[in-house]
Every structure is written in C-alpha cells, then in structure tokens.
C-alpha cells in the first residue's frame, strides 16, 4: 500500500478532512491516517501524482510550498525519466539527505540571512574544482535535498578562478559509459552511446580550443546544475566519475549555483552515501552538525580546503582509468 508523510514546516499538519479532499481531486483514496504531534502517515490507494496532491492540498488547506515537508513512498518515487538517449523504462537510483533542526535554528538561521548550499563530489584524472550544486532558503524542521542519476556533460568558455560563475553554454544529456565529443570550436558536439569508461562520463575534445568542461546532476526539483570545473585542452579527453558524497554548509555568503568555491564558508559535513540511498544529519546554530558519529560523515571546518573532499584524484591503479584502459582496448581490437 502506498503512503505519504506529511510534516509539519512553517504550518501545521493539515486536518484529517482537508488530506482527504486533496487526495481524491488527485485521483487517489484515503485509506489510514495516522498521526502525532507533527506529523500525519496518510495511507491511500491509486495512483497519485505528488505534485498534483501537494499543489491540492495547498489550496484547499490555505498553505504554501513551505508549509509542510513530504516523504512519499509509493512507485512513483521510485521511477524517474531518464534523458532521451537512454531507455524511457529504465530506473533511476534516487538518493536524499534528511537535515533536522529545532524551531530555534530555523528562526536564527532565516533571521540572518542564512542559505543553505549543497555540493557533490566526483573522480577524475584531471585537476579541477568544485561548483556550487545547490543553493536554496527553503529550509525548516525538516528539510530534504533529493536527486536522481541523471546527468549532463558541458562545455564553458569561462576561466577556472575563485568565485568565479561557470557558464555552461553548451550542455548535452548523457548517461555513465558514454562519451561527449566536442567537434567544433564553439564547444558543441555530440554524446557518442556506443564509447566510454564504465562508470564514468568521458568529454574528449576533438578541436585544437581550450574549454572549460564538467558534469552536471539532476535535482529533485528537476533543475540540472553542474558539479565541477576542469580545464578541457585541444584533443584531450577528461573522464570524470560521479560519487554519492555531498558536503552541506550554511552561510550568509551569497554566491550563485555554478560558482568555483574551493574553501567552505562555514562549519561543513561530508556526508557519504555510497551503498545507500539515504542519510539524516542534524544541524544545530551553535553546536554544527551532527549525525551520531557514524564513519560516513565528516565535519570540515570553516575556511576549510573542499578540493579534496570534491575532487577526488584516479591513481593509476584506480577503477576509473583501469576501466578507460580496458574499454581502449576493447575499442581497437573492435576497430
């Protein structure tokens, strides 16, 4: 049976009747509620689109997009639309991070001014930096940042510098094993599903033009921000290998999704998320982030170096170029 939880943000939990008239306008039926103090488990039947019913029940309930936090679990929040270059039935793995604070934090938080910033790591044989991935003011008791494998490979004619905005003039759909080839000097080209390196996205510059290059994630939101920077030199080729690592800060630094950062604003987490699909840290205004200890997490202090948390480097030994030697040889015995 498929069920959603509704939370408590800067309203409170809609009443029983008010859940149950968004719920048929969606198509669905109300089965069970169960509640507690902030939060509703409302059990239903048939297929319900989660926009529909949030977007419902803000009208008939008299909220907003930041009155209450939802938590589906049903098909649909299992199955994603992968890009046109790959099979429309295919699955996409869905990761989140749960961040929990306290009425305090949230009040002292948005008094100040404060932005929330997400970004996300990544392998590669080439020396880079890392970009702000998302940024977002949306933020209370519970607040989630959710995404899915689903990726785009870009070119830029912007410099790799501090703070600096990268312009991803050029962005194409692309999906791990699959090469992007750039064939003119502007920086467009063609993804090529037939040539890669397992696990990872190649960008191979068939001009003689320096470029700026890297990788973007799709969001929960569905926005496609990128995650790095990498100089892109003539005839070169850059793998790049996306991880399930994010580092999460808040600050009242404001600077723009695609920015170069390479030092924290603030007090950091490293949160990994490799092998699993979901994380749940709590933060708090004076003590930081915490996520009972456990080897996944990591604190990273202000003015703390990101570089290494973000841009994680392939040895000669590692899977990434061992994978791209394999796949070389694979590709000329074929030739």
Request: charged share 15%.
């Amino acid at each position: 049976m498929a069920s959603v939880i509704i939370e408590r943000n800067k309203n409170n939990v809609p009443s029983d009747q008010d859940i149950k008239t968004a719920m048929a306008q969606s198509g669905g039926t109300v089965t069970n509620i169960e509640a507690d103090k902030s939060t509703k488990k409302v059990t239903f039947a048939g297929q319900v689109n989660h926009n529909k019913f949030q977007n419902n029940l803000e009208k008939v309930a008299n909220g907003s997009k930041q009155s209450w936090n939802f938590f589906w679990a049903d098909a649909e929040s299992s199955i994603v639309q992968f890009p046109k270059i790959t099979l429309e039935t295919a699955v996409a793995t869905n990761y989140s991070v749960s961040i929990n604070m306290e009425d305090k934090t949230v009040e002292a938080l948005s008094n100040n001014g404060y932005i929330l910033y997400a970004f996300k790591a990544v392998k590669t044989t080439a020396k880079g930096s890392p970009v702000v991935w998302f940024k977002t003011t949306n933020y209370g008791l519970n607040t989630q940042i959710s995404w899915s494998e689903e990726y785009e490979a870009y070119t830029s004619k912007t410099d790799i510098k501090p703070n600096a905005l990268i312009i991803d003039s050029n962005s194409y759909p692309i999906s791990l094993d699959n090469t992007l080839n750039i064939t003119s000097p502007t920086g467009t080209g063609s993804v090529d599903t037939s040539k890669g390196t397992p696990g990872a996205i190649n960008i191979h510059n068939q001009t003689s033009t320096q470029f700026t290059t890297g990788i973007s994630q799709k969001l929960g939101d569905g926005t496609v921000n990128p995650l790095c920077a990498f100089p892109l030199f003539g005839n070169m080729l850059d793998i790049i290998a996306p991880l399930e690592k994010v580092v999460l800060m808040f600050s009242t630094t404001p600077v723009n999704t695609g920015s170069v950062i390479e030092q924290s604003f603030s007090p950091a987490i490293l949160i990994d998320l490799t092998g699993e699909n979901s994380r749940t840290v709590s933060f708090d205004i004076n003590n930081g982030w915490s996520w009972g200890g456990a080897p996944w997490g990591r604190n990273i202090p202000a003015s703390g170096d990101l570089v290494p948390f973000l841009i994680e480097s392939a040895t000669a030994n590692s899977s990434i170029v061992n994978n791209h030697l394999i796949a070389l040889h694979e590709q000329r015995r074929l030739a």
